[in-house]
T-cell receptor, first 113, second 118 residues
């Protein structure tokens, strides 16, 4: 079956530090890949997505590249801010039809001033 | 962008009562909505897939008679927690898929409903 593995948190960084949150997946075929963010007390928001190999999703300074050869979709940001503190979920969905989304366990990021 | 709302955002109820949670897609049609449950410090657990005009599809281990789902229109799905007990206390999140979305199957999530059963 499909699965998503994320690096365990929490991750604590100083403001303006470089961020990487690793994500690898297992799936048949060519899934679509997502990063969702959950701010404290809120629901999930789509941060970025990629639908095919070598696609790069980007939003709000965050980037992730769909690497089929390594089955990875690592999230990166060059300079984090305190406002980026949240829980980040890597997820995948098989293409076609109404396929459910499989989530990773989430990685909590805390950015300190 | 696509907006999904949930109501209520917070609910506290007594053990044994039933609670209804609404999920609405505000600016798009959603033939499929999903209901998730999130435990503290854990990821989302898919409970069921709600299909407009037909019965919901429940994930293994989810009690159909306890978590009633109705998807009466293209913009509304409801989750009713029947005879709620303290162990049902959780954060319930719905999501909706835009029928017009292409490959990518982006789901748009509601803000969640926090249920506390006393």
């Amino acid at each position: 079956g499909n699965s998503v593995t994320q690096m365990e948190g929490p991750v604590t960084l100083s403001e303006e530090a470089f961020l990487t949150i690793n994500c690898t997946y297992t799936a048949t075929g060519y899934p679509s890949l997502f990063w969702y963010v959950q701010y404290p007390g809120e629901g999930l928001q789509l941060l970025l997505k990629a639908t095919k190999a070598d696609d790069k999703g980007s939003n709000k300074g965050f980037e992730a590249t769909y690497r089929k050869e390594t089955t990875s979709f690592h999230l990166e940001k060059g300079s984090v801010q305190v406002s980026d503190s949240a829980v980040y979920f890597c997820a995948l969905s098989r293409s076609g039809g109404y396929q459910k989304v499989t989530f990773g366990t989430g990685t909590k990021l805390q950015v300190i001033p | 962008g696509a907006v999904v709302s949930q109501h209520p955002s917070w609910v506290i109820c007594k053990s044994g009562t039933s609670v209804k949670i609404e999920c609405r897609s505000l600016d798009f049609q959603a033939t499929t909505m999903f209901w998730y449950r999130q435990f503290p410090k854990q990821s989302l657990m898919l409970m069921a897939t709600s299909n407009e005009g037909s019965k919901a599809t429940y994930e293994q281990g989810v009690e159909k008679d306890k978590f009633l789902i109705n998807h009466a229109s293209l913009t509304l799905s409801t989750l009713t927690v029947t005879s709620a007990h303290p162990e049902d206390s959780s954060f319930y999140i719905c999501s909706a898929r835009d029928v017009n979305s292409g490959r990518g199957e982006t789901q748009y999530f509601g803000p969640g409903t926090r249920l506390l059963v006393l």
